[in-house]
C-alpha cells in the first residue's frame, strides 16, 4: 500500500492519513484551519467535558465548533460516566455537522483521571466498554431517528446508518499494568469504528519514548478488522513514514510536532507523495501564527485571543536565536501590536 492513501472510518471515508490529534489548548478552530490548510485529512477538537456539555456550558460548546474550511472533522468527548457520555454524544450530533465522536481514554491528567475518565479508560477496559457502547448507541439511534443528520457527513458510503465513533488509549497505566489489549478488544466488542493509540503508559505521560513496537503488535491483534492510528514520537516527514513502516498503522496522528508548525502536514504530505520535501523557514511559521492570531481576534476578541497565542508563539518561534529572551517578551505581550513587535526584525 502506498504511503498516502485513503482512510475508513466505519461509513466515513477520508482523503489521505496525516491527522491532527486533539490537543489541549492548541487544537482550537483557528489552528485546525491552519492544519486543513497545510494537508490534515482529519483534525479533532481539543476534549470537550461530556459533563459541562450536559450542563449547558456555551464555552465547552464553543469548542465543537467546525473551521469553514474543515472537510472532515470530529469532537473528541471525555467522561467516566456512560449514562452522561450517552447524552453528551447526542449533543454533540444535534449541536455539530462533526463526522466522527472520538472517546479520550488516554490523557493522563490527574484531573481527568480522577473522574474515571482519559487513562483510566485504559485501565479499566470494562469501563471503557461501557462508555464506548454507551456513545455508539446514541449514534446509532440519534441517526435513525433523524435520517438527515447523516446527509451532513461531507465524504460517506451510500449505506452510512450512523455517525462513526473512535477511541484513543494508552499502552496502560504503567509498566506494571500494561492493558493496551483488553481496552482495544472492550472497544471493538462496543462498535468503535477505529482506535488510536498513544504508546506510552499512562505514568510516563508525554516523557520517555514511546513504543512503537505496541503500535505494532495492535495492528496485528486488531487483523483489519478496524483501523488503528498511531501517535506518539512522529516529528517530522521521516519518524512518520517510519512509523507506518515499522508498525502498519493506517494512519499518523501529529500532536506535539504540529505546535507551531502547521507546515508539518505539508512536508509530510509531499514526503509521502514525492519521496522528497521543501523545509519551512522561521518567516513562514511565523506569518502563519500571526494568521491564527488574526482568526482568533475574530473569533474570542483581542485580548483573549493574545493571552492564549502567548504559549503557541512560544511554539512557532521554536528554534530561533535568544529563545528564552524572545519568550520572556512573548509571554508579556497583549495585543497584536505588542507580537508584531517583538517578531519584527523576523518578518522583514
Known sequence: MELYHQVKIGPLVLSGNLFLAPIAGYSDRAFRSLC???????????MVSAEALTRGSEKTEKLMARA???????????GGNEEV?????????????CDCIDI???????????????SMLTKEPERLYKIVK???DASVKYCSEHPERIAKLKKCEPSASYIPVTIKIRKGWDEGHITWKEAAQKAIEAGADAITIHARTKAQGYEGKADWNVQKQLVEFV?????????????TPETAKQMIEETNVDAVMFARG??????LFTRTKEFFTEDHYEETNVQQRLKAGFKELEINIEEKGEKTACFQMRKKFCAYSKGLKGGSVLRTQI????SAEDFKKVFASYLV
Do not use: H, W
Open 68 to 78: 469553514p474550511n474543515e472537510e472532515n472533522y470530529a469532537v473528541q468527548i471525555f
Open 104 to 118: 479520550n481514554g488516554g490523557c493522563p491528567v490527574p484531573k481527568i483521571t480522577k473522574t474515571g475518565a482519559g
Open 258 to 263: 504540529a505546535m507551531g508548525d502547521p507546515f
Open 223 to 235: 487483523a483489519g478488522r478496524i483501523p488503528v492510528f498511531g501517535s506518539g514520537d512522529a516529528f
Open 36 to 46: 486543513v490548510e497545510c494537508g490534515a485529512s482529519l483534525c479533532t477538537t481539543e
Open 134 to 136: 454507551a456513545v455508539k
Open 331 to 334: 509571554v508579556s505581550a497583549c
Open 85 to 97: 457520555m450517552a447524552k453528551a454524544a447526542l449533543l454533540v450530533l444535534e449541536k455539530t455537522d
